[in-house]
């Protein structure tokens, strides 16, 4: 195939209509009606090999003057020998791209005109797209977006530019001085491509019925593994150890609860016995209780109800700390001061 002037066309094919690329959930980018050949010896390939369909012309520069870049993909598919022929075998799949590049060049030097400046711009163009996509590629994918399909080049040659290949590349210099920009980059660009990392991996292409028994058989493991003990190894002992383990905290947390609710016990016993003496001192001028409020709701209320009656309500002083109450003092007693936490 051959991309001239951002057109894709077919070199196999006599008729120039132009050629679609299409994006397929399964292959990814494909080229909607190109022509595929199979090759069984290296005979039938020649001839394909000579193909001389591809835009040329002439510049002050160069008499034959490539103005399209040219693509020729093979697809290598191997198999063993002891499958050639039957339906279950797997195949192992390969693509190989020979990319001869358009050259790029300055109108001022190539006295471009007409269409010849159009097939430069075009040229520069996507060979510009190339090499940001490559220097972005050399950078790490961390860097941005890279915008393959900023150019047709690009995005055909996107499955090798993402790193499951591997990439040989042959850069042409000019010694001249008057072209030693230009060569220099050339060599810019053969640098960053260099710093590509790339990772190709071994593509399987497999038939259906091979696919069928693949998949038979993993199903066959799945369900062995479920079929199977829950577990392989004897992990009952472990299991029992931290049972026990398990009962004796909750029976040391039992006692402690039970030796915490006892001291509460004696500690509220403790209390209201105090409580009870200083109310049945009858021969005091004032009585003060300095009680928190979660005391008082606990032991005071109840020995107010047995003892007020006996304590003139003048000499009757309570002092209280923390948020309270007034409700159940005030019905009870006639002088109360209340804490500023009242």
Avoid at 65 to 73: A, D, F, G, P, V
């Amino acid at each position: 195939m051959e991309i001239y002037n951002e057109i894709v066309r077919d070199l196999l094919s006599s008729d120039n209509t132009q050629l679609r690329l299409l994006d397929d959930p399964e292959k990814g980018m494909v080229i909607e009606k190109l022509r595929e050949e199979i090759l069984s010896d290296w005979n039938r390939c020649c001839p394909f090999a000579k193909v001389t369909q591809r835009q040329i012309g002439e510049t002050s520069m160069n008499e034959k003057s490539s103005r399209s870049h040219q693509i020729l993909r093979l697809t290598i598919e191997s198999s063993a020998r002891e499958f050639i022929g039957k339906g279950n075998s797997t195949n192992l799949a390969a693509s190989v791209n020979f990319v001869d590049l358009a050259g790029s060049e300055r109108a001022s030097q190539a006295l471009s005109v007409g269409q010849r400046l159009k097939e430069g711009c075009h040229i520069n163009r996507s060979l510009l797209t190339l090499g940001t996509v490559i220097r972005k590629l050399s950078k790490g994918r961390l860097h941005g977006h890279v915008n393959y399909r900023d150019s047709k080049l690009t995005r055909i040659l996107q499955p090798a530019l993402e790193g499951n290949a591997r990439t040989a590349i042959i850069c042409t210099l000019n010694p001249s001085e008057s072209h030693a920009e230009q060569s220099r980059n050339t060599l810019v660009f053969a640098s960053c491509a260099k710093e590509v990392s790339t990772n190709a991996k071994v593509n399987v292409v497999m038939s259906d019925k091979a696919l069928v028994k693949h998949l038979q058989k993993e199903v066959a493991r799945l369900e062995k593994e479920l079929k199977a003990p829950i577990s392989t190894c004897d992990h009952g002992p472990l299991l029992r150890k931290k049972d026990m383990q398990i009962e004796k905290l909750e029976k040391e947390t039992g006692e402690l609860k039970k030796q915490r609710d006892l001291a509460h016990s004696h500690i509220d016993d403790l209390l209201r016995e105090m409580a009870k003496l200083q109310f049945e001192n009858q021969n005091a001028d004032q009585v003060i209780l300095v009680l928190s409020s979660h005391l008082l709701s606990k032991f005071l209320y109840p020995c107010l109800e047995v003892s007020i009656k006996e304590i003139p309500n003048d000499n009757l002083v309570f002092l209280l700390s923390g948020p309270t109450s007034r409700c159940n003092i005030q019905k009870k007693c006639t002088r109360c001061w209340f804490g500023s936490n009242e």
